[in-house]
């Protein structure tokens, strides 16, 4: 069975830091894109950042350019979301999914995580 499971999340003051987990089973994450994606509070889902099967990084979100960093562990089976400096604005759900390859577009992604709440708050 194909799955993908988030975790890392929880509350954080800003300027704090995070690292979100993407473990993936039934499946070897390392052939292909892996994207993470943001849902704030009323707001829709947007991609911020992907790592393809390559381990190149796109960067769909430009801010969060200079304090987000992805990386796969292929041991693992694993993405990393490494999100320092974190802001109020970074508040939301994070979600991970699979796609044959980097794109901004939601509906280029399959499986999808369940997602971890991340609040950035005093």
């Known amino acids: 069975q194909l799955q993908l499971v988030e975790s890392g999340g929880g509350l954080v003051q800003p300027g704090g830091s995070l690292r979100l987990s993407c473990a993936a089973s039934?499946?070897?994450?390392?052939?292909?894109?892996i994207g993470w994606f943001r849902q704030a509070p009323g707001k829709d889902r947007e991609a911020i950042i992907c790592?393809?099967?390559?381990?190149?990084?796109?960067y769909y979100t430009v801010a969060v350019q200079d304090r987000f960093t992805i990386f796969r562990d292929n041991v693992d089976n694993t993405v990393w979301l490494q999100m320092n400096s974190l802001k109020p604005e970074d508040t939301g759900v994070y979600s991970c999914?699979?796609?044959?390859?980097?794109?901004?577009?939601?509906?280029?992604?399959?499986?999808w995580g369940q997602g971890t709440q991340v609040t950035v708050s005093s």
């Open positions: 039934g499946f070897t994450l390392g052939s292909y894109a």
């Open positions: 790592i393809s099967s390559s381990g190149s990084t796109a």
């Open positions: 999914a699979v796609g044959s390859w980097c794109r901004p577009e939601i509906y280029q992604y399959g499986y």
